[in-house]
């Protein structure tokens, strides 16, 4: 009898074994932004968590990855190295020749269905559009610097009325200062829904992350697109992202996967 119990037991472990080593197999499904931020999904494309990282992991040097570059998401491979304490990576198409990309890395594996809004983020500002972004930054007596803008008009909640998202901010510009960095959506009827907006409290000491607005992406299939911001502290330091949820019907911005 006790033999019995014994084989069983036995038995029992090793299905269990090969069942660990089965799952340790599967690759997970992730998207990543940058080298740094990854977010993790399950087998049926529902989000399960975020990681912020700052070292990558070298096994993924030359793994397929589904790369977004210039609007659409084509497999290539990446070689990630370190320099400085920073990550950086070259990526190659299929045919091993070297893929030149000003983009920001935006990457996927698994079996994912990943909507990226492709309206062009627009970098210029037009007179009128400093016009009225400096009245913007008044109304919220804030520096009326702005060294960086950036504009992506879209219909972010899928009601067919389109909102834009701006960021600006003063980093890098005039001196004896306070730093800012302003990300908001202006609805379609005009009216502003703060995305974020941090000051820094001492002139000339940029003590608050510069932000910027990266892409405009359905991370969780629900067909309303995610804003993803990329953070950044100071020179030689890794750029994480951050993901806002924009609810049109209760005028809300939502931080999510913090
Ligand atoms: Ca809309
Ligand atoms: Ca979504």
Redesign the pocket.
Known sequence: MKKKILIILLIVLYISLIGTYLLSLKKPNFVMFGTTTFIYYDNNNQIKNVKRINNIDKKLNYEKFNVYIDNSFEEAYMNFYKEDNATYYDLYNNQNQKIDTKDFLLAYQGDLKINVNSSKIETQMTDEEKEKMIKILKSHSINEDISLFSKQVL?????????TIYSLSNFGGQVNETFYSYIFIE??NKEIIDIDLIESQNKNTPEIPQKYHAWSIDLDNDNNYEIVLSSVTGDDTPVYYEFYKYD?SNKTITEMLK
């Open positions: 219909d972010i909640d899928n009601d067919s009325k389109n909102e609805e379609s049109s």
